[in-house]
């Protein structure tokens, strides 16, 4: 980071900005944010939601507006070291949440939870008690499917502020929980992070890749093994689209340097 400060330290991919950073990193700025009381918001960028952000103009405004956004998916990783970042490593949502959540028990930094179903944050909630003991949860609140009404959207707003909470981990699906945070930044002094499928699987509710396939970037599969008919269109379409856009790119990016350096 010689000469750079942490929010220069980024790459594009399809014309979004993805920070190179590591969970270090990230979890240092957070508390920074989270401290201050400053409101922020956080994406963890898989290939999905780079798709995402490629076919929908103001999606992509969004998430370039972002205060941090994280390469969570291992195809974005390679991407980026194929674009000189060398060394760089995957900081993947729900692992940052946990690392957040380790780091927020140490400080004594108020969390929430907003997001996915009544069942799953019981069961998330006693998980995370019993990993981080002291632990501050200070909201717990699931949402519904449909979009909040104005007076239910400030109650929940309202909610928030009196819980005190500095940092919400929000899990409504790309792009939903994004198009929350981006909502909702300026109104909530809080730290939003969006972590999708973290909840469910630190409830116990939804089984996470082995190791080995998440570092051989194949935790796709094992995700589609399990919800076929959800992912398929995310899986099937989106990642091959991904492949061919940025291997495009890198031959442009390639044949660009060629040209201005002679080869050199």
């Known amino acids: 980071m010689v000469g750079k400060t942490w929010y220069e330290l980024k790459m594009k991919i399809l014309d979004i900005s993805i920070q190179t950073v590591s969970y270090a990193v990230s979890v240092s700025q ?6 201050h009381n400053d409101s922020r918001s956080v994406y963890a960028a898989n290939v999905h939601m780079l798709m995402e952000a490629h076919d929908h103009t103001d999606f992509r405004q969004m998430v370039n507006e972002a ?39 140490k400080e004594q930094i108020p969390v929430g939870f907003l997001g996915s ?6 069961k998330l ?18 949402l519904p499917f ?25 899990a409504l699906g790309c792009p939903k929980q994004e198009c929350w945070i981006a909502a909702h930044k300026g109104k909530i002094k809080a730290v939003m992070i969006g972590v ?20 051989a970037g194949l935790e796709w599969l094992f995700r589609f093994s399990q919800e076929p008919e959800r992912l398929w269109r995310r899986y099937w379409i989106n990642n091959p689209r991904f492949v061919v856009l940025v291997g495009r790119e890198l031959i ?4 660009l340097h060629f040209t201005r350096t002679g080869g050199d």
């Open 30 to 35: 957070i508390l920074v944010w989270a401290n």
């Open 67 to 105: 205060d941090l956004v994280t390469p969570d998916g291992m195809p974005l990783v390679w991407a980026l070291r194929l674009k000189g970042v060398k060394g760089q490593e995957r900081v993947y949502g729900p692992t940052l949440m946990l690392e957040v959540l380790r780091a927020a028990e």
């Open 117 to 122: 179903t009544d069942e799953i944050l019981t």
């Open 125 to 142: 909630s006693e998980n995370m008690l019993a990993a981080f003991p002291g632990l501050k949860i200070a909201i717990c609140k699931s």
């Open 146 to 170: 449909r979009p909040l009404t104005a007076n239910e959207d400030s109650s929940l707003c309202e909610s928030i502020a009196v819980s005190r909470a500095r940092i919400l981990f929000i």
């Open 196 to 215: 999708g499928a973290a909840f469910a699987f630190h409830a116990g509710e939804v089984r996470q890749a082995p190791i080995w396939m998440q570092k």
């Open 252 to 255: 442009r990016e390639r044949l």
